[in-house]
């Protein structure tokens, strides 16, 4: 596995939590929008928003990971990657920077009460713990 | 392998095209027996596909095609004949080529194609053996030229006989013999016809058996036979009475067939000569129309793109608005407002003509459909003629592809349930034959497709029977039920007539998706039966679903839009008017009792109570139903781009869409079907 500890990470927090997304997995980064609900719908599913033109949902990680209710500050950002040919917005506490690790652990069970279905990996850095997501689980829809 | 991302999608493209090709001439080959030309046709899309996926490298495809077009190489040569075991044959084929398709396209491993090549082979071996033998032992039937004759002397009051003639193995000079035989023959009457004709051999090596006929008077087979088999390097002789093969108009018909397949034939030849068989369609098809072939994706970008624009013209115009209070007028500023109009005028006429491009015939969705019958029909044991007319008709593309389950779902049924067995078809006086037809039509600005069955119809008594026993509704309401209504029953979840559910039209889906997958897409589904004549099915479809008039209105601080089709009428009411009944509120209109709900409760938001008594409210109907929504405010209509919610957010009750407003916010548009059903629990 030569060259995944090279490999680069968004890394951004939800909560007291860091978590990274692979570089090449994220579209962009955008400040956060207005959200238009949608009634009726998952419960992680915020909304839409309007993305120069497009539409694209976007999803509460805290909502997904059982944490409080999202409180949208200055920091707030969307995270917007790519599922199945969709554009889909990840909204994030804030984003610290991109980042590697040096190294990349197997995730166990549970991190921290979090299905580690959810977990590609554990990053370490040198003073944290950066939990990977494994996207295309964590945007799964049953 | 070298990278040949760019030729694989032209290549997907072509082996489409050829598929389809492929399909309708199986079936019509299996309709109208065998004729050269759609022989012809069929080796040509295997020829195309064999040399394409040799240059792909798609070696499995190569190896099936080829075999196929060897097969269909001595079928146009005629050393084999169709047969409905070919044609099934060729369904197997056809369906491989599809599963090599499908690996393709998703870059997985092709399957092997082994078993169906050594079918093919078997095939081709075994069968020129046996023609070969058939045609011995016939003698054969008489080509068409001599059968023409022959109907003109038997109709004459002649007697015509055939005189077959085999020659010993050892016969050194045949054609000096064949020339004694025909002397002696032609003392006894008028030769008509001779094969082989002696004028035309060049070589008499291969010649074993001469066929002759003679009209005579008076003569007696026997003296003929008698006459022949006295000669030398005779084997045997055969003398058989004439009679001719087929009614006379349709050996007519059959002859000017002939002529043509004759014509085609040089085509056989080869690679040039084939492009010479190729060229009056495809000088035909440039005289139709010039098209070009463009990527779905692209031409959704240039919507996307005009539907921001047009997004930008309505701010524009909002701004020009602003403008005008904050400074009042001047000459900038009326300028300003005619260069605002101008551009949505062009918007206007830009926006038609991209939904235009996106019209597709509804002929691309049809062809789907004979293969499914002719297999359905098949499995059941039923006799069907499928007839479709108005596959020139145009309609969006997204349409296309949205209405075909739905479409399928009405012929699956018209076909298992409502086309009767044979038998049974008889005993009622009808012809073994079942009907299904199916005719799309432009009306007004709608599209109009209908799916009828000439078959057993429906019952509405069974109907209203089975409704009761399920508990759709109770016994009193059944009996309340108008004819039209009681039929619309078959449109409830969980209702299915079919006494026994078959395998193959069950699928586990009933009348309640068809329906509400038409609803969906904005459109209305009607029935009509008559017991013993035939089911009726009319589907009526806006033509595009890119866009539509909606009507604007605000609740709980958001926006929504209602499509303007479905919109009844609008009124103020009076809260203080409004009924209960079984807990529900209802107002009466025009002595209607119509159901009567908040917008805002049905999303699940409050409602700030209070303000003034007289509240907005839109009437919506759908059929003969109607519903009255409450909302806090009425915003105007306009024309809105439909934007679907994306497959992540997948299908949500009561919203069918988005649209970005001259705002740049997203206004959720509410679903019809949806709505009345979140209304009543059950429509």
Aim: a negative charge; one cysteine or more; aromatic letters at 4%.
């Amino acid at each position: 596995m030569q060259g995944v500890e090279q490999m680069q990470y968004v890394q951004f927090g939800v909560g007291e939590e860091s978590y990274g997304i692979r570089i090449a997995e994220v579209h962009e980064i955008i400040r956060m929008q207005e959200i238009t609900e949608i009634p009726n719908c998952q419960f992680y599913v915020k909304g839409v928003i309007n993305l120069r033109g497009k539409i694209i949902p976007v999803i509460s990680l805290r909502a997904l990971f059982s944490l409080d209710e999202d409180v949208y500050s200055k920091a707030t950002r969307i995270v917007v990657v790519h599922h199945q040919e969709e554009s889909i917005g990840i909204i994030v506490d804030r984003v610290h920077k991109v980042t590697t690790f040096h190294d990349i652990q197997p995730p166990p069970e549970r991190v921290g009460g979090i299905n580690g279905a959810y977990f590609t990996g554990i990053g370490l850095t040198e003073s944290e713990l950066v939990g990977i997501l494994k996207i295309d689980e964590v945007l799964l829809r049953d | 392998m070298f990278d040949n991302s760019e030729f694989r999608q032209v290549f997907l493209e072509e082996l489409e095209e050829q598929i389809m090709t492929m399909e309708e001439e199986i079936l019509s080959l299996e309709k109208q027996g065998s004729h050269s030309e759609g022989i012809q046709r069929l080796f040509r899309a295997a020829h195309t596909i064999k040399g394409s996926s040799a240059a792909m490298g798609y070696m499995e495809l190569k190896q099936l095609t080829h075999e196929w077009e060897h097969l269909l190489d001595m079928l146009r040569n005629e050393e084999l004949a169709m047969s409905r075991e070919l044609t099934n044959l060729f369904f197997q084929c056809l369906d491989f080529i599809k599963d090599l398709q499908n690996s393709i396209i998703h870059e997985e491993l092709l399957p092997d194609p082994s078993a169906v090549i050594k079918e093919l082979e078997r095939f081709s071996k075994a069968n020129t053996e046996s023609v070969a033998a058939a045609k011995e032992a016939a003698g054969d039937a008489l080509p068409e030229e001599a059968e023409q004759v022959l109907r003109e002397f038997i109709h004459n009051g002649q007697t015509v006989y055939r005189v077959t003639v085999k020659l010993t193995e050892d016969c050194m000079m045949k054609l000096a013999r064949i020339s004694i035989i025909d002397i002696s023959l032609r003392a006894f009457g008028e030769v008509l016809w001779n094969e082989p004709n002696m004028k035309l051999v060049q070589d008499d090596q291969d010649i074993h058996a001469v066929r002759w006929l003679i009209a005579t008077q008076e003569v007696e087979p026997l003296v003929l036979e008698q006459a022949v088999a006295g000669l030398m390097d005779v084997h045997s002789v055969r003398v058989e009475a004439m009679q001719p093969s087929q009614p006379e108009a349709e050996t007519a018909a059959a002859l000017e067939q002939e002529q043509d397949n004759a014509d085609m034939l040089p085509g056989f030849a080869g690679g040039a000569a084939e492009e010479a068989a190729d060229k009056p369609q495809q000088s035909k098809a440039s005289m139709k129309q010039q098209t070009i072939r463009v990527n779905v994706e692209r031409l959704e970008n240039v919507l996307d793109l005009l539907g921001e624009l047009v997004i930008d013209q309505t701010r524009l115009k909002q701004a020009i608005q602003t403008l005008h209070q904050a400074h009042g007028y001047s000459e900038t500023m009326d300028d300003l407002g005619e260069i605002s109009d101008h551009l949505s005028r062009l918007i206007g006429s830009l926006q038609e003509n991209v939904l235009k491009v996106r019209m597709l015939p509804i002929e691309q969705l049809f062809s789907r459909f004979p293969r499914m019958v002719r297999d359905l029909a098949q499995t059941l044991n039923k006799n069907v003629d499928l007839q479709m007319v108005g596959g020139d008709t145009e309609l969006d593309r997204t349409l296309i592809e949205e209405v075909g389950d739905p479409m399928i779902h009405l012929i699956r049924n018209a076909v298992d349930h409502g086309i009767e067995m044979p038998e049974e078809r008889q005993k009622s006086g009808k012809p073994e034959q079942g009907i299904v037809r199916i005719s799309a039509a432009h009306e007004d600005n709608q599209v109009v497709v209908v799916v009828e069955d000439d078959g057993g119809g429906i019952d509405t008594n069974k109907l209203r029977k089975s409704a009761v026993a399920k508990g759709v509704i109770t016994a009193e309401e059944a009996a309340l039920l108008d004819e039209h209504k009681a039929l619309r029953l078959i449109f409830h979840p969980g209702f299915s007539t079919a006494s026994q559910l078959s395998d193959v039209s069950g699928r586990g889906v009933g009348m309640d998706i068809v329906r509400t997958d038409i609803e969906r897409l904005g459109g209305i589904i009607d029935i009509d039966t008559t017991v013993g004549v035939g089911t009726k099915f009319t589907i009526r479809l806006p033509l595009t679903l890119a866009i539509t008039t909606g009507l604007l209105v605000k609740a709980s601080d958001q926006t929504f839009i209602l499509p303007m089709s479905a919109v009844v009428e609008i009124i103020r009411v009076d809260t203080s008017t409004l009924k209960m009944i079984k807990g529900s509120p209802v107002i009466k209109i025009r002595n209607q009792i119509v159901p009567f709900v908040w917008l805002h409760e049905m999303f699940g938001y409050s409602r700030t109570e209070g303000g003034s008594e007289k509240i907005p409210v839109v009437m919506i109907g759908r059929a003969e139903q109607r519903l009255a929504i409450a909302v806090d405010q009425l915003l105007g209509n306009q024309e809105v781009v439909i934007k679907t919610l994306g497959s992540y957010v997948g299908k949500v009750d009561g919203i069918s869409g988005a649209t970005i407003l001259g705002n740049g916010r997203i206004a959720l548009i509410l679903e019809i079907g949806g709505l009345m059903k979140k209304a009543s629990g059950i429509s």
